[in-house]
């Protein structure tokens, strides 16, 4: 599914060439050597730079000695504090931006988000999209090892916003994700404000705001196996109340939009 304007491509230009993928991490002491091994295994080419949050359970070191085992390609950066998923994807994304990185991707340290799969989202974005998200609920996508109320819940988050915001994207809560970088530079990451899950809803219709290309190709995403899930209430009213609020300034925007092009 794609929305937006075509993206222009430089005859011969291959955006996921030089690829940095952001893992953020706190107390994923079983997971992140796992995760780590198998997208190198599945993409040896790409960078990978794991943003931790003073994980008490000793992530951060281990984080560190993969980093020396892999000199050059994967980097640690260090926070003083846990500040919710998406502000540490932000740090994440300033990081590479700042270093030439074409194309940033998001992958989750719990194994959800299969790095042999991440071909997909990588070809996606040379063939000319902007925004490429790893979807569970368009063709060919699927959930495994999830309890139905979970399932129920992401299924309910992902209608409810599409509707309020009118945006026809099916897993706009999806968390495994590949940007162009000028989506990133365009979308004005300053001002987004977002902690937790809502983040990525956010990032998404700021993308479309800005008439990028999205496309989402199916993924299976398969429930952790080890550790808990960093899922909170609070994540839940957080997306409630801002899409809510989006979806209200959009529709005022929209509707001025209309009523000055009525009166020219």
Not at 124 to 130: I, L, P, R, T
Not at 151 to 157: E, K, N, R
């Amino acid at each position: 599914m794609t929305t937006g304007e075509q993206a222009t491509q430089v005859p011969g230009s291959r955006p996921g060439q030089r690829v940095l993928v952001i893992i953020p991490t706190f107390n994923e002491l079983e997971n992140l050597p796992v995760i780590h091994r198998r997208l190198k295994d599945a993409c040896p080419d790409v960078h990978v730079l794991i943003v931790d949050d003073s994980s008490p359970d000793g992530t951060g070191e281990l984080a560190d000695e993969l980093a020396a085992a892999d000199p050059g390609r994967t980097h640690v950066m260090h926070r003083t504090a846990k500040d919710g998923l998406g502000a540490a994807y932000l740090a994440g994304f300033s990081w590479g931006l700042s270093r030439d990185y074409s194309v940033l991707v998001e992958m989750d340290a719990d194994g959800s988000h299969a790095p042999e799969q991440l071909h997909r989202l990588l070809e996606a974005v040379d063939a000319g999209a902007d925004l490429v998200i790893g979807s569970r609920y368009v063709d060919g996508g699927a959930v495994r090892n999830w309890p139905w109320r979970r399932w129920a819940l992401s299924w309910t988050a992902n209608t409810y916003a599409r509707l309020a915001l009118d945006i026809d994207i099916h897993d706009i809560t999806a968390g495994y994700r590949a940007y162009r970088r000028e989506v990133l530079e365009a979308i004005g990451l300053d001002g987004v404000e977002s902690k937790g899950y809502c983040f990525q809803i956010d990032l998404t219709r700021r993308a479309l705001n800005e008439g990028f290309v999205v496309v989402e190709v199916p993924i299976t995403f398969t429930e952790r196996e080890l550790g808990v899930s960093k899922m909170s209430g609070s994540n839940v009213r957080e997306a409630l109340v801002n899409v809510a609020k989006w979806g209200i300034d959009g529709r005022r925007t929209r509707a001025r939009a209309t009523r000055a092009t009525n009166r020219a």
